[in-house]
């Protein structure tokens, strides 16, 4: 081949911007708008959670979950994800994108369902359930990871790939924005239909058993979307770039995208006999892996890990903070489902004004200013706003200041999304080659999630009160919240360090920056420059 490219794959490369562009972006975000719904909806009801199934009678406050209880129903998804991640993704290599992508939508929407339908007659039989049931809806929302970021990134042309991968992403914003809307809207009209006193008035009154609905509803919802989607993604052809580069079947390659794009692609018969006779290239675990792309593997990996202990330890304890900044009033000053309203409100204000504005700015400007420079800048205004809050922590928890307090975390929030979240998610999508792209995508995402276990358990104890009197029911104590950020902020300098080992994809194709054109030399002939005039990008 001679260093070039199959004219099917140039073909996408160079195709504008055309509807089915579009349409990919709807069928493989609904994915993502399902993931983020279902993995944050969890912290809206925790609290209820705990009112309806661990009050006790005479005490002061509302019941709240036991720590080992509430660390499992909140990180439990996190494990499914993480072995999902995983599994799929070595699974979408070996089978196709496109056999997998349905398995994975399949199992979201049934365990979304039996999530919420969490039985039982005790409270640790409840809660036993909804852990086995999110476990597996985090393993199909973990599949979806890779297979969506690499159908992406397959279909997508030069010029506009990384905003089109970031846009899936971006989807996310609008699932957690939904799950707060829609979790305003529920607890409003039971609200209204079920008077009931707060919890310092009339404790077994405050939580009307009505309110059980009102958690299983909340998660039973996230089933919906990805149903919805599920035809589409079955119409789908399978990529390209895996039946030409992968199955080495480019004749079907060609047939495939010819209706895609609805222009004629050449077959190109002495290609295709040629790329049937190479070899399958190198694996994984060999050395030639680690000498060309086993720095870009450690880059992935460690920036995603560090990026999601800070991300998903300020999401998930979101409403910890506003309490302690008086965004949301006492427990007992409040019903139970009054409580669901506030916390819904005060996490769909955060995602509103800076989530999904993050997001959409990732989307406009990563072709312009490429996946590298934003990742530096995300991280280091992460950090600078990390330690703003932290320093002066007792400054932002006077009354006059808590606004300011909730700017700066918003912008914490902003620059995650217009920063290291959204292009820790694009860039392993665009750099490995096409055979391990699924399976090395998956490894980034699966270090991710390790982060946002070590985020969400971690957290969930290291901000605790120092004086143990002060800290939550059943708690040790711990270093306190403003410890906690300073924690933080070093942890997203590091990710700022070793974003240095992730290299720059802006307006290159894939099989450039994997090294791909290069691999498909036929033996013993000498290698002219490619036909775009620039060479694969330099290994590590």
Known sequence: MAGEQL?????????????????AIIIAGMGFFTDAYDLFCISLVTKLLGRIYYHVDGMEKPGSLPPNVSAAVNGVA?????????????????????????????????????????????????MATLCFFRFWLGFGIGGDYPLSATIMSEYANKKTRGAFIAAVFAMQGFG????????????????????APSYEVDALRSTVPQADYVWRIILMVGALPAALTYYWRMKM??????????????????????????MDIEAEPQKIEQIK????????????????????????????????????????????????????????????????YRIARAQTLIALCSTVPGYWFT??????????????????????????????????????NRIGFVIMYSLTFFFANFGPNATTFVVPAEIFPARLRSTCHG????????????????????????DKAKADAGYPAGIGVKNSLIVLGVVNALGFLFTFLVPESKGKSLEEMSGENEDNEPQGEAEPPSSSGCRTAPVA
């Open 7 to 23: 004219q099917v794959l140039n073909a996408l490369d160079v195709a504008k911007t055309q509807w089915y562009h579009f349409t």
């Open 78 to 126: 996190f494990c499914g994800t993480l072995a999902g991640q995983l599994f799929f993704g070595w699974l979408g290599d070996k089978l196709g994108r496109k056999k997998v992508y349905g398995m994975t939508l399949m199992l979201m929407v049934i365990c979304s369902v039996a999530s919420g339908l969490s039985f039982g007659h005790t409270p640790k039989s409840v």
């Open 176 to 195: 957690i924005l939904a799950g707060g809307i829609f979790a305003i809207i529920l607890s409003s009209s039971f609200n209204a239909m079920f008077e």
């Open 237 to 262: 052809p399978e990529t390209a770039r895996y039946t030409a580069l992968v199955a080495k079947n480019a004749k079907r390659a060609a047939s495939d995208m010819s209706k895609v794009l609805q």
């Open 277 to 340: 006779e190479q070899k399958s290239g190198f694996g994984l675990f060999t050395k030639e892996f680690a000498k060309r792309h086993g720095l870009h593997l450690l880059g992935t990996t460690s920036t995603w890990f560090l990026l999601d202990i800070a991300f998903y330890s300020q999401n998930l304890f979101q409403k910890d903070i506003f309490s302690a900044i008086g965004w949301i009033p006492s427990a007992k000053s409040m019903n139970a489902i009054d409580e669901v």
């Open 363 to 400: 989307v406009a400007f990563i072709d312009k200013m490429g996946r590298f420079a934003i990742q530096l800048m995300g991280f280091f205004f992460m950090t600078v706003f990390m330690f703003a809050l932290a320093i002066p922590y007792d400054h932002w928890t006077h009354k006059d």
């Open 443 to 466: 490894i980034s995402a699966a270090s991710g999630k390790l982060g946002a276990i070590v985020g969400a358990f971690g957290f969930l104890y290291l901000a605790q009160n120092q």
